[in-house]
């Protein structure tokens, strides 16, 4: 398995319901991202973990939560969703260089398509 | 209000000919750019990338250009061919590291054979 995987493609879930959708990569990189697509709308940056350590959330509400427990991984924890969440979830990483030294190209996986009833 | 704007959402070229995509964008602390490229059912892969210290850079058959003081960049693509037949996303980040990138809402080249 190569580059920035994603599981699952698809999820359909309803409001109550609890799922967790996974990102791995394996590119050796030491920052993960979290990006969500909704229809005829910009990618917006959810979260972005740089060596483990969160260091960025754009104000994502609480019922996204998520969790970064290696360099490889990354996992979103979806509780109590709404129907306006439906969205392609994307997850990128890149090598984090020092500030200035030149853009960190993010290498983006499938996403995840996740409809919620 | 969006900072990276892509007016056109979607472009029809002949084969052969220049794909010419913009991107405009407002915060001024953007320091480097970069073009991606989406297929159905992929993730965005990676193009071309341009700091803010150029107004060129060349890799190929594509060709980034930004005009600072307009705070304008495009993408060229000659000769087009049918399999850059997809949305092109452009992109922005402030100083490097491990920034989230700033998206467009992306233009859909189509190519005509």
């Known amino acids: 398995e190569t580059g920035v995987t994603q599981t699952p493609r698809h999820l359909v879930m309803g409001m109550t319901n609890k799922k967790s959708l996974k990102c791995e990569q394996h590119?050796?990189?030491?920052?993960m991202y979290w990006y969500k697509q909704s229809a005829k709308k910009p990618l917006e940056l959810m979260f972005v973990y740089s060596l483990e350590e969160r260091v960025e959330n754009n104000s994502v509400p609480s019922r996204f939560s998520p969790e970064c427990p290696n360099s490889s991984h990354l996992f979103l924890h979806l509780h109590t969703l709404q129907p306006e969440d439906s969205a392609l979830y994307l997850c990128a990483s890149s090598q984090d260089r020092l500030a200035g030294s030149g853009p960190d190209t993010q290498y983006f996986g499938p996403g995840t398509r996740l409809t919620v009833l | 209000d969006q900072q990276v704007k892509q007016n056109s959402p979607s472009l029809s070229v002949q084969e052969g000919r220049i794909s010419i995509l913009n991107c405009d964008y407002t915060n001024s602390m953007f320091d480097y750019f970069l073009w991606y490229k989406k297929y159905p059912a992929e993730g965005p892969t990676f193009l071309i990338s341009?700091?803010?210290?150029?107004d060129k850079n060349e890799d190929g058959r594509f060709t980034v250009f930004l005009n600072k003081s307009a705070k304008h960049l495009s993408l060229h693509i000659v000769p087009s061919q049918p399999g850059d037949s997809a949305v092109y996303f452009c992109a922005a980040s402030e100083g490097g590291g491990a920034d989230g990138l700033t998206f467009g809402k992306g233009t859909h080249l189509i190519i005509q054979p």
């Open positions: 590119l050796g990189h030491n920052a």
């Open positions: 341009i700091s803010s210290i150029k």
